[in-house]
Nanobody, 128 residues
Framework: QVQLVESGGGLVQPGGSLRLSCAAS????????IGWFRQAPGKEREGVSC????????YYADSVKGRFTISRDNAKNTVYLQMNSLKPEDTAVYYC?????????????????????WGQGTQVTVSS
């Protein structure tokens, strides 16, 4: 059974930090790119950050560059998203997803969206 389980969301004040985790099971994790996407109320889902299967390539949306860092621990089948200097506009449900590259760059995958496996999401709220 394929599972992607996100954790680490919560309420944080502006300027604060959170680390999201995505634990994967039930598929050949090492062969898949992993991405973090978010969806705020009334907005379309957007690719926040994605990482290639080998962790050799990463992509960040312009809105999070310099503040968020994606990493993966293939020994633990887990991907992390370290989020620093959080802003109210980062408030959203954050989802992790996995997909096979099919020859695409991780940037292209992140921008176009993933079509593979998805987690249930974790709420991140940035508010004072």
């Amino acid at each position: 059974q394929v599972q992607l389980v996100e954790s680490g969301g919560g309420l944080v004040q502006p300027g604060g930090s959170l680390r999201l985790s995505c634990a994967a099971s039930g598929f050949t994790y090492d062969d898949y790119a992993i991405g973090w996407f978010r969806q705020a109320p009334g907005k379309e889902r957007e690719g926040v950050s994605c990482i290639s299967s080998s962790a050799g390539s990463t992509y960040y949306a312009d809105s999070v560059k310099g503040r968020f860092t994606i990493s993966r621990d293939n020994a633990k089948n887990t991907v992390y998203l370290q989020m620093n200097s959080l802003k109210p506009e980062d408030t959203a449900v954050y989802y992790c997803a996995a997909d096979s590259p099919f020859g695409l760059t991780v940037q292209a995958m992140c921008v176009m969206g993933f079509h593979g496996y998805w987690g249930q999401g974790t709420q991140v709220t940035v508010s004072s």
